[in-house]
């Protein structure tokens, strides 16, 4: 919600310029960082509930505040919150998953929690814009606020059955990531997710108005001129619609005989070859087309990727294994827009397009290779 109704309303969040926009847009990323690793070791004491049920009333408060909030440093303290409420929301949203599901049906499951936030990101920007522009961002605020406070309910009667916290015995999330990281399938998972989270999640959607704007500065469709901001914003909401279908398929796919390997290195080098296409001078449509692909291989991707490292967690050290995942992921995408608008500033849009091109094939070519 905060992604298109900040921006235009700024001013009435007691914000002075649009470069503190940008920070507080970020920095609820970067809190997670150190935080993730924190809140794996938590989970080890606690029960999954009741880290979700903190997450969920966190995430109900800090909302609510939005409407209320003025001036840039009690924004940084709300967004931190809220970057607090999503770590223990997303981690715990992985132990459940993990334990709710077998070999034969995770990565449909995981797909399927991937969809469904993603169509509830969708909601929130439609409907929040659209009541912002109307009411004010206090009472959008408001009424999200009071919307998140309803899914306590849900924590209770779907998740009480989760009474035992982690295995006591086990060590703490920090001293146990050097031992995943001996495991050469975690570790080229956890290069792949930060490589892609950087290239596709961060450089590439990041930059995705920019680029619209670099190739086809005047876009003109069904007689109507439209802004790449528009258009890159168009694009994005067919993903998220696509999402709650498309995920939950491809994780599917992977559970049966193809395997998540092959679907791996399939859609990475899907996407090393839209990648490619994107300079290729062709009509705008079919040159729309080739980017929503790109977006919607991404999206496929995480489902896999997802899958792919819940199939290595088991035993002892699920919690760690997945924290440092956490932790690899939220970095690639951090970086990933800085990069991205940093290589645009030495070399231009080109060096984004065929350095992610070429980050993709070595993938493809590097799970295709590997035992």
């Known amino acids: 919600m905060l992604y298109v109704v900040l921006p235009t309303h700024w001013k009435e969040a007691g914000l002075t310029s649009l470069l503190e926009v940008g920070v507080l847009l970020s920095i609820n990323r970067f809190v997670r960082l150190p935080l993730n690793p924190l809140i794996g070791f938590l989970y080890k004491r606690i029960r999954l509930k009741n880290g979700i049920l903190f997450a969920v009333v966190l995430a109900g408060i800090t ?121 050469r399938g975690l570790l080229g998972i956890f290069v792949t997710v930060f490589l892609v989270g950087m290239s596709l999640d961060g450089m590439v959607t990041a930059t995705l108005s920019h680029i619209i704007e670099v190739y086809y500065p005047n876009l003109v469709i069904a007689g109507m001129a439209l802004g790449a901001a528009t258009v890159a914003g168009s694009l994005q909401a067919v993903r998220w619609c696509l999402g709650p279908w498309l995920s939950p398929w491809i994780g599917k796919v992977t559970d049966g005989r193809v395997g998540r390997k092959r679907i791996l290195v399939m859609l990475l080098g899907l996407s090393s070859v839209f990648l490619g296409l994107v300079p290729v001078t062709m009509p705008i449509l079919m040159w729309l087309m080739v980017v929503l692909s790109i977006l919607l291989v991404a999206s496929m991707l995480v489902t896999v990727m997802d899958a792919f490292v819940s199939d290595l967690a088991e035993g002892s050290s699920k919690i760690a294994i997945m924290t440092f995942y956490t932790v690899v992921m939220d970095t690639g995408a951090a970086l990933g827009p800085f990069l991205g608008y940093a290589a645009e500033r030495l070399a231009g849009v080109s060096m984004i397009i065929w350095g992610t091109t070429g980050i993709m094939a070595i993938l493809a070519v590097g799970w295709y290779q590997a035992k």
């Open 63 to 183: 909302t609510t505040l939005y409407g209320y909030a003025k001036g840039v440093w009690l924004w940084i303290v709300l967004r931190s919150m809220w970057g607090l409420a999503w770590s223990f929301f997303k981690l715990g949203a992985y132990l459940s998953i993990l334990k709710l599901s077998t070999d034969r049906n995770r990565g449909e499951r995981m797909g399927t929690y991937n969809g469904m936030y993603r169509i509830g990101s969708l909601i929130g920007m439609l409907a929040g814009g659209v009541l912002a522009d109307i009411y004010g961002i206090r009472l959008v605020a408001t009424v999200f606020g009071i919307l998140a406070f309803l899914a306590v309910p849900c924590v209770f009667r779907y998740l009480s059955h989760f009474n035992e916290s982690e295995s006591p015995e086990t060590a703490a999330v920090i001293g146990e990531i050097d031992r995943p990281l001996m495991n």
